[in-house]
């Protein structure tokens, strides 16, 4: 059976309008030939997608498992096209790269702005997620790579990994926090406290086991969820600075709120090493990385070496 794939990209909007009127002016086309093109789509597949009314057009049962199909498919066509025009020329077509919330803080949005001074005309889509749904997005082709903690990924063989390196991370709270007055700190001093954090994978649950009194785990993604989750490190450091809640960051990340005074470091004495997270790059071993993606991923690994090389430094000076 041979289907066209511009039915199904019909029948999709379609589904997210519920309006034959709504969903053609969103198409540039007409109703009418709206309406034709989705009984032509019904007739070859042989079902009803559609249940159709004066006021609703929804999805049939089996009309919804046929648009999560068209969804899948559309994508990966969407993909393979432009990634054909990104290996053709390297200049054409849209380079999609997503990003856990730390890296894309300390190295990939800085890697972008370089990008984008060197080559003004680049097709760009730069997206923060959390890690599940960035190997939803690996598998699924709506992305070219992934800059992420690649411990949370080794276990998938469809995907190849480059490591960028270890990233070491600290603990810090706001300035003049109550914690900062213990002469003596202690696991149970912290837990009085909330941590706010983007989802960790449960690899990383360590970093606040024990020590975060609301740390849950989702029932849907089994990501760890501290008693604040949030989806950017921004929005953790913003909230550190203007309550009692604690942080986890890169040291680069709390850099400018250390030297104005809004932000201060803790030391958490019963622990022999500061939290850190591997970072690499992943992306379908099937994949041809083109010229653009490998120009973007050696600027971020000279995002990452620079940030490290300064952060080393600055711990030899004190």
């Given at each position: 059976?041979?289907?066209?794939?511009?039915?199904?990209?019909?029948?999709?909007?379609?589904?997210?309008?519920?309006?034959?009127?709504?969903?053609?002016?969103?198409?540039?086309?007409?109703?009418?030939?709206?309406?034709?093109?989705?009984?032509?789509?019904?007739?070859?597949?042989?079902?009803?997608?559609?249940?159709?009314?004066?006021?609703?057009?929804?999805?049939?049962?089996?009309?919804?498992?046929?648009?999560?199909?068209?969804?899948?498919?559309?994508?990966?066509?969407?993909?393979?096209?432009?990634?054909?025009?990104?290996?053709?020329?390297?200049?054409?077509?849209?380079?999609?790269?997503?990003?856990?919330?730390?890296?894309?803080?300390?190295?990939?949005?800085?890697?972008?702005?370089?990008?984008?001074?060197?080559?003004?005309?680049?097709?760009?889509?730069?997206?923060?997620?959390?890690?599940?749904?960035?190997?939803?997005?690996?598998?699924?082709?709506?992305?070219?790579?992934?800059?992420?903690?690649?411990?949370?990924?080794?276990?998938?063989?469809?995907?190849?990994?480059?490591?960028?390196?270890?990233?070491?991370?600290?603990?810090?709270?706001?300035?003049?926090?109550?914690?900062?007055?213990?002469?003596?700190?202690?696991?149970?001093?912290?837990?009085?406290?909330?941590?706010?954090?983007?989802?960790?994978?449960?690899?990383?649950?360590?970093?606040?086991?024990?020590?975060?009194?609301?740390?849950?785990?989702?029932?849907?993604?089994?990501?760890?969820?501290?008693?604040?989750?949030?989806?950017?490190?921004?929005?953790?450091?913003?909230?550190?600075?203007?309550?009692?809640?604690?942080?986890?960051?890169?040291?680069?990340?709390v850099k400018e709120g250390l030297a104005a005074g809004r932000l201060a470091l803790l030391h958490l004495?019963?622990?022999?090493?500061?939290?850190?997270?591997?970072?690499?790059?992943?992306?379908?071993?099937?994949?041809?990385?083109?010229?653009?993606?490998?120009?973007?991923?050696?600027?971020?690994?000279?995002?990452?070496?620079?940030?490290?090389?300064?952060?080393?430094?600055?711990?030899?000076?004190?």
């Open positions: 059976m041979e289907i066209d794939l511009k039915l199904l990209q019909y029948a999709v909007v379609l589904a997210r309008h519920r309006h034959f009127g709504r969903a053609a002016a969103a198409l540039r086309i007409s109703q009418p030939t709206l309406s034709r093109n989705i009984a032509t789509l019904e007739r070859q597949i042989g079902m009803r997608v559609f249940e159709r009314s004066h006021r609703d057009v929804v999805a049939t049962p089996a009309g919804d498992d046929v648009l999560k199909m068209a969804d899948e498919l559309i994508a990966r066509a969407e993909a393979l096209s432009n990634r054909l025009q990104l290996v053709r020329d390297g200049r054409g077509g849209r380079l999609r790269v997503a990003a856990g919330a730390y890296i894309h803080d300390i190295a990939v949005q800085p890697a972008a702005i370089d990008l984008i001074k060197a080559n003004p005309s680049i097709r760009l889509e730069l997206l923060e997620r959390e890690w599940t749904a960035v190997a939803a997005m690996l598998m699924t082709d709506r992305i070219d790579f992934a800059v992420f903690d690649i411990a949370s990924l080794r276990g998938m063989p469809a995907l190849r990994i480059e490591s960028l390196g270890s990233l070491q991370g600290v603990y810090f709270c706001r300035a003049g926090h109550p914690l900062l007055e213990k002469a003596s700190l202690q696991p149970a001093d912290m837990r009085d406290y909330p941590f706010v954090l983007p989802s960790l994978s449960n690899l990383q649950a360590g970093l606040i086991d024990g020590l975060d009194a609301g740390m849950t785990l989702d029932p849907a993604t089994g990501d760890v969820l501290s008693s604040v989750a949030v989806s950017s490190f921004r929005i953790s450091r913003d909230i550190v600075a203007g309550t009692d809640a604690i942080g986890i960051g890169h040291p680069s990340q004495p019963w622990r022999s090493k500061l939290p850190a997270a591997e970072m690499g790059i992943a992306y379908k071993r099937e994949r041809t990385l083109p010229p653009s993606a490998r120009t973007f991923i050696n600027l971020i690994r000279k995002r990452v070496r620079t940030v490290e090389t300064s952060r080393r430094g600055s711990g030899r000076s004190t």
